[in-house]
């Protein structure tokens, strides 16, 4: 166990309920949801810091020996788990549902009587859409892929320190100044300014639930409550600020297996959606906190 220490790496702490989140059972994906859509939004990333997503490789880059980013080819990625690790926690916070005492579900019976259904505990706000232990969530990312042609740099990350003890869920920014860089290391990343593509899958959700996944993308109805997230293996040192763009929506028609565009732009699609989400005070002043703190070193 971590003893604590002085601040010397950069997060900070959202806390985790004082009561037990009003739990519902997870969704039953074959059954047809009120105002359900099934989609697919195409979303850009703008990396507002160099990003690093190591591979657990090393590389040789300039006469150097530095650590490597994964890849797919030449490419390199952000891959798909990392983005709905980096969106599922914000999800999480501003929805209390982060406890994860709260979120266990037991697997389905492996051999349930003819005819009746597995029995499950119920799940959190977020591991409805997230997914759980034995629930296949309803939202998915492909991985974000940069332009082959990216030149990668060599940026200097400090040295991990042992973390002191959060008090609730733990989200990262900027390094407080004075801490000892005599120990750093080098590391490939995707230059701040490249754009990343990558495509957000959702099945049979809601509206309303569609815009709180938007809003946990950091995606805001003004630019005062944008904000973006920090994903990779720099996110202690400031690195990894990534901000999410939602450029296309296809809605597939259960009925026929086709996709259409929706009605109206993409814009006010999303502002529908979030018009839709509608937290709760706590939810949005824990919001509003997280935008003000993730901003912070990201420019």
Request: charged content about 25%; proline content about 10%.
């Given at each position: 166990?971590?003893?604590?220490?002085?601040?010397?790496?950069?997060?900070?702490?959202?806390?985790?309920?004082?009561?037990?989140?009003?739990?519902?059972?997870?969704?039953?994906?074959?059954?047809?949801?009120?105002?359900?859509?099934?989609?697919?939004?195409?979303?850009?990333?703008?990396?507002?810091?160099?990003?690093?997503?190591?591979?657990?490789?090393?590389?040789?880059?300039?006469?150097?020996?530095?650590?490597?980013?994964?890849?797919?080819?030449?490419?390199p990625v952000i891959p798909g788990s990392t983005l709905k690790g980096a969106v599922r926690l914000v999800h999480e916070a501003f929805t209390?549902?982060?406890?994860?005492?709260?979120?266990?579900?037991?697997?389905?019976?492996?051999?349930?009587?003819?005819?009746?259904?597995?029995?499950?505990?119920?799940?959190?706000?977020?591991?409805?859409?997230?997914?759980?232990?034995?629930?296949?969530?309803?939202?998915?990312?492909?991985?974000?892929?940069?332009?082959?042609?990216?030149?990668?740099?060599?940026?200097?990350?400090?040295?991990?320190?042992?973390?002191?003890?959060?008090?609730?869920?733990?989200?990262?920014?900027?390094?407080?100044?004075?801490?000892?860089?005599?120990?750093?290391?080098?590391?490939?990343?995707?230059?701040?300014?490249?754009?990343?593509?990558?495509?957000?899958?959702?099945?049979?959700?809601?509206?309303?639930?569609?815009?709180?996944?938007?809003?946990?993308?950091?995606?805001?109805?003004?630019?005062?409550?944008?904000?973006?997230?920090?994903?990779?293996?720099?996110?202690?040192?400031?690195?990894?600020?990534?901000?999410?763009?939602?450029?296309?929506?296809?809605?597939?028609?259960?009925?026929?297996?086709?996709?259409?565009?929706?009605?109206?732009?993409?814009?006010?699609?999303?502002?529908?959606?979030?018009?839709a989400f509608r937290p709760t005070a706590q939810g949005g002043t824990l919001l509003r906190q997280l935008a003000d703190r993730l901003r912070?070193?990201?420019?």
């Open positions: 166990m971590a003893r604590d220490r002085a601040p010397s790496v950069g997060h900070f702490s959202i806390p985790h309920p004082d009561r037990r989140p009003a739990n519902q059972s997870p969704s039953d994906r074959n059954a047809p949801v009120d105002d359900g859509v099934t989609a697919t939004l195409r979303i850009t990333l703008e990396a507002k810091r160099p990003v690093h997503v190591g591979s657990g490789a090393v590389a040789i880059h300039d006469g150097a020996v530095v650590r490597d980013v994964v890849r797919a080819g030449d490419a209390q549902s982060d406890n994860p005492d709260f979120e266990r579900v037991r697997p389905p019976l492996r051999y349930p009587p003819p005819g009746a259904k597995p029995e499950r505990d119920p799940v959190s706000t977020s591991s409805r859409l997230f997914g759980a232990l034995g629930y296949l969530g309803r939202v998915a990312f492909e991985e974000a892929r940069a332009p082959g042609d990216t030149a990668l740099e060599v940026v200097s990350l400090s040295a991990p320190h042992a973390p002191t003890r959060p008090a609730g869920r733990r989200f990262y920014g900027p390094l407080p100044s004075g801490v000892d860089r005599t120990a750093a290391i080098g590391a490939l990343a995707i230059p701040a300014g490249t754009t990343l593509e990558t495509r957000l899958h959702v099945d049979q959700v809601t509206r309303a639930e569609l815009g709180g996944v938007i809003r946990a993308m950091g995606i805001g109805p003004d630019g005062a409550t944008t904000f973006p997230l920090r994903v990779g293996g720099g996110r202690y040192d400031g690195f990894g600020a990534v901000q999410f763009t939602v450029t296309g929506v296809r809605i597939r028609d259960l009925a026929t297996a086709a996709h259409r565009t929706p009605i109206g732009d993409v814009g006010d699609f999303v502002a529908e959606c979030l018009a912070e070193g990201a420019e």
